[in-house]
């Protein structure tokens, strides 16, 4: 099967820029989920889908993250005006297992690659 | 709240000589312990993970971790290395009432030297 597939893999844009991330995650896996890793530091959890609504978005850092998941599908990842402090790698996962992703594991993508200048 | 520290930022080892990765975990609850890798350009990947039982976990690539309950530990060890395990480990937790969110750590960075 497809794995998890991000892009674009690495993107370079302008402090005050919109950019956009997107996921692809594994067919049928209705459990999707952001994280980011900012300048070497700990990867953390931004939100989690279930299908096309939002579970939790507890780690959004602020409202210039707009996250959505059209259908039950891909997800998109919307940073609006990007600042220097977004700089990072943004990974996606996706898991079949409903409220267990944690214990069953992720699928994880190889991350997007975001630098703002 | 839960955190996880992996106090080696960077290690290099030598090809075929032992390795331990250092992790320590904090958390007032139960929580799921395991280590993720990412080889360089590709994905994270589950590399094991403790949930309950022998407090001893093994991957298929030999790696072992052990939980240390008493230490908070959960360090990642390899008898001989080679220069496949060369790339980014990471620590993580889940707590069990909650473990869809799961918690990382910085991340170590293993470099095998020829």
């Known amino acids: 099967e497809a794995g998890v597939t991000q892009f674009p893999s690495h993107s370079v844009i302008e402090k005050g820029q919109t950019v956009t991330l997107r996921c692809d995650p594994i067919?049928?896996?209705?459990?999707l989920y952001w994280y980011r890793r900012v300048m070497g530091k700990e990867i953390k959890f931004l939100l989690h889908f279930v299908k096309e609504s939002k579970q939790d978005e507890s780690g959004m850092p602020n409202n210039r993250f707009l996250a959505e998941r059209t259908g039950g599908t891909y997800s998109t990842l919307k940073v609006q005006p990007a600042e220097l402090e977004d700089s990072g790698v943004y990974f996606c996962?996706?898991?079949?297992?409903?409220?267990?992703?944690?214990?069953?594991?992720?699928?994880f993508g190889s991350g997007t690659r975001l630098t703002v200048v | 709240a839960q955190s996880v520290t992996q106090l080696d930022s960077q290690v290099p080892v030598f090809e075929e000589a032992p390795v331990e990765l250092r992790c320590n975990y904090s958390s007032s609850v139960s929580v799921y312990l395991f280590w993720y890798v990412q080889y360089p350009n590709q994905g994270l990947q589950l590399l094991l993970k403790?949930?309950?039982?022998?407090?001893l976990v093994e991957s298929i690539n030999g790696f072992e971790a052990e939980f240390n309950k008493s230490q908070t530990s959960f360090h990642l060890r390899k008898p001989s290395v080679h220069i496949s395990d060369t790339a980014e480990y990471f620590c993580?937790?889940?707590?069990?009432?909650?473990?869809?969110?799961?918690?990382f750590g910085p991340g170590t960075s293993l470099s095998v030297i020829p």
């Open positions: 067919s049928g896996h209705d459990n």
């Open positions: 993580a937790v889940a707590v069990k009432t909650s473990y869809d969110k799961v918690i």
């Open positions: 996962a996706s898991s079949h297992y409903e409220g267990g992703a944690g214990v069953y594991g992720y699928t």
């Open positions: 403790y949930l309950s039982g022998s407090t």
